[in-house]
């Protein structure tokens, strides 16, 4: 296929045309992948995540009624597989005592931290937190989920989910602080 529209690959896909579901698979696949290492522990499981999130996609490409949402619709396939994967892997929570403490630690608008690092640079710091962190993390910053929701997926309480994204947060201002410390260091010499 030569530079199909959007339109005709969806068509294709639709009508189970490998053809058209190798183009859209090429096509979208950089959109996709970046969805997926969010999520994550590292490129071989955001691949994984984004082979089986496109096996969703082909199987439900027809319930797709509007071509102008095919990005948030494919957003939410990914992040859904995502969340399923999670939900298979169940990682080890943190305690309760874990919980209390996090949450009485005082909260801090985290958007100046984060405006400061590159996007390298979160994916790398994201891809060190535990699973959950980084899942709580990801829905609540970058998908924009409330806590009630983030814990009706993941099937942890409210303050479960407000933990994890406090101990994320702890965890990117601690790596902030240490790349804020080795670029001074290094401007100085």
């Known amino acids: 296929m030569t ?4 339109a005709s690959l969806i068509d294709g896909c639709r009508r189970g045309k490998e053809a058209a579901m190798s183009a859209f698979y090429e096509r979208f696949y950089g959109y996709a992948l970046s969805v997926c290492l ?18 969703k996609v082909f199987r439900r490409i027809g319930e797709l009624k509007n071509e102008a949402a095919l990005k948030p619709w494919l957003r939410t396939i990914m992040v859904n597989t995502a969340i399923d994967q999670y939900r298979k892997r169940k990682p080890a929570t943190l305690s309760t005592d874990q919980v209390d403490q996090t949450l009485t630690e005082p909260y801090h608008n985290d958007e100046a931290i984060l405006a400061q690092l590159s996007a390298e640079h ?3 710091v994201l891809h ?3 699973p ?3 899942m709580v993390f990801s829905l609540y910053v970058l998908e924009g ?3 009630r929701d983030i814990a ?3 099937h942890v309480t409210e303050s479960t989910s407000r933990a994890y994204l406090s101990e994320a947060n702890r965890r990117l201002r601690r790596a902030l602080a240490s790349q ?3 670029t001074y260091e290094r401007d100085r010499q």
């Open 38 to 55: 969010a999520y994550a522990n590292d490129r071989e499981d955001a691949r994984e995540l984004l082979n089986d999130g496109f096996m």
């Open 145 to 147: 989920y409330p806590h």
């Open 3 to 6: 530079n199909p529209t959007t």
């Open 128 to 130: 060190t937190l535990p």
């Open 152 to 154: 009706e997926q993941l």
């Open 180 to 182: 804020t410390d080795q």
């Open 122 to 124: 979160i994916l790398a």
């Open 132 to 134: 959950a962190c980084r």
